[in-house]
């Protein structure tokens, strides 16, 4: 059962990794097409009348706040809900204007004095920011695309084809759907088998319970914690 766990997760990575060429390939085909000038004007002003200098360097945190896991795409989108007022959807299937867009808001936020955390896509291997989200200043900006749509009440909405030569992109329309269906399906498979993992590891779980001495861990959690108490007093 372990072997067959770990057999299935290396199948799960293998698609997920065949999924993100493909995709990497559909936003390279779409860089081409974008007006780069055209965003980077329309990220200062933006950043210009939303968030005013505070005249001292900002911080930058990594997070992720989407997910592939056994259940399918997870996109936590509470957590932007809880943490700001304000929701910039940019709608954009390729990634391609959205990580451009929100490359120039980062880059703004951190060097302005804002707390900044960053999320990437997780298709990406940390390459793409997908959402940048601004706590002190009230401000998300979220992608929103075919895997995980943005469904929170938006404040303001960024269509990517305003950046885009949208008759030009047409040419490539056949190379870009098929790489966008040949990653879906890869997706689905890589989710079955991390379904199929989650499997196995429950199974083993059910016997690791029955031969489990849970009074012993509570003991040995307790001696962990009371050195851990007089370590951090020493300093």
Not at 141 to 147: A, E, M, Q, V
Not at 158 to 181: A, E, P, W, Y
Not at 208 to 224: E, G, K, P, S, V
């Amino acid at each position: 059962t372990y072997l067959a766990a770990n057999r299935f997760r290396t199948l799960s990575q293998n698609y997920l990794q065949a999924a993100s060429s493909l995709l990497q390939d559909n936003l390279r085909t779409v860089l081409n097409f974008i007006d780069v000038e055209k965003i980077h004007k329309t990220a200062m002003r933006f950043c210009q009348k939303e968030l005013p200098n505070k005249k001292r360097l900002g911080v930058e945190h990594q997070r992720m706040l989407s997910a592939i896991t056994p259940d399918g795409v997870v996109f936590y989108e509470q957590t932007p809900q809880t943490l700001c007022d304000q929701i910039v959807v940019v709608k954009d299937e390729y990634g391609s204007a959205s990580g451009l867009l929100l490359e120039d808001i980062r880059a703004w936020a951190v060097q302005h004095g804002y707390t900044c955390y960053t999320c990437t896509c997780p298709l990406s291997s940390g390459q793409r920011l997908e959402h940048v989200i601004l706590p002190e200043a009230g401000l998300a900006f979220l992608t929103s695309n075919r895997f995980h749509p943005v469904t929170l009440p938006p404040s303001r909405v960024i269509h990517s084809n305003r950046f885009t030569d949208v008759d030009g992109l047409k040419r490539r329309k056949q190379r870009l759907s098929f790489n966008r269906k040949a990653a879906e399906e890869l997706l689905k498979q890589a989710i079955q088998k991390l379904q199929a993992a989650r499997e196995c590891h429950d199974r083993i779980e059910e016997v690791y319970i029955q031969a489990a001495d849970f009074a012993q861990i509570d003991r040995i959690t307790a001696r962990l914690m009371n050195r851990l108490a007089g370590f951090l007093a020493r300093y």
